[in-house]
């Protein structure tokens, strides 16, 4: 049961708020599961988790607003103050630091006048830190409303920033043909699609490049019976079985499960169509 009786919006805005959250939440068997989408609906909304959003997200899945900012603030993709139209994130995690992300995030901060998570007095960028985006053979990357920026160094990243305050179209190096806003983006992410996702090169030639040339090569992963076999460890035929380690034993660890979890392992097909993919 919710634990709010506040009606937190009014008028059309409640109107189009209670229509889509209808539709997101029909999209699962407990309506509560709704919750991370019509977090980002309520941040198209209003450009970020305000306290109305909130309150409408508790009432709406029947939750406490406790609950619901226990979700809000785990997740960094939920704003918890006003965002700026665009969300300039540069990524300094391992790879892309070594390769510039550092200093492609220092000298935006100083150029912007604006650390980690602020935004700039005219309201356009929201700078941020943030982490690998699976793009690291294009290193450094920086992410504007999450898409992506490759191969970026300190001058073009401050161009790109400075078009965007300008008012210019600016687009990314990969993907989708322009940056959408901020809350146009929270809006896709909250699952109502603008039609854009299929726009532009998603995988790029750097990576493309090792499928390609372990296709040329005839090169294909070892079977699980020749990788165990490679590794000098027990092959099919003419070797003792396995023993399992005695618990607390010099092989054993209490972290290792004894069988890969259900629901799919490494080894699960993924549904992908790998002849599509060149
Ligand atoms: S480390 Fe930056 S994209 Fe992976």
């Known amino acids: 049961m919710a634990s709010t009786t506040y009606e937190p919006y009014e008028g059309a805005k ?3 708020l209670e229509r889509d959250a209808a539709a997101a939440t029909a999209r699962y068997p407990d309506p509560r599961s709704a919750l991370l989408p019509l977090l980002h609906l309520v941040q198209s909304e209003d450009g970020y988790v305000s306290p109305d959003g909130i309150a409408f997200c508790a009432r709406t899945l029947a939750l406490s607003t406790a609950e619901v900012s226990a979700v809000a603030t785990f997740y960094t993709q939920y704003k918890r103050h ?44 929201t700078l941020e830190r943030v982490e690998c985006n699976a793009a690291c053979d294009y290193a450094p990357v920086m992410m504007v409303n999450w898409e992506f920026f490759d191969n970026q160094t300190p001058d073009s990243a401050k161009q790109v920033v400075d078009r965007l305050r300008a008012g210019e179209q600016v687009a990314p190096t990969r993907g989708a043909s322009s940056v959408c806003s901020f809350k146009a983006m929270s809006r896709v992410l909250a699952g109502f699609h603008d039609g854009r996702a299929d726009e532009g090169v998603g995988a790029g030639e750097p990576t493309l490049v090792g499928r390609r040339l372990a296709r040329e090569q005839g090169w294909e992963a070892p079977s699980q019976s020749s990788a165990g076999a490679a590794d000098g460890g027990p092959s099919a035929a003419g070797q003792d079985a396995p023993v399992a380690p005695e618990a607390g034993g ?16 490494s080894d699960t097909t993924t549904g992908r169509d790998a002849s599509k993919e060149t």
């Open 14 to 16: 409640l109107e189009r």
């Open 82 to 125: 006003p965002n700026g139209e665009y969300t300039v994130g540069v990524c300094t995690n391992t790879l892309c630091a070594v390769m510039g992300g550092d200093a492609i995030y220092d000298e935006l901060s100083e150029h912007l006048g604006v650390g980690h998570d602020e935004t700039t007095e005219d309201g356009k960028v």
């Open 250 to 265: 010099e092989q054993s660890s209490v972290d290792t499960p004894s069988a890969p979890p259900s629901g799919g392992t």
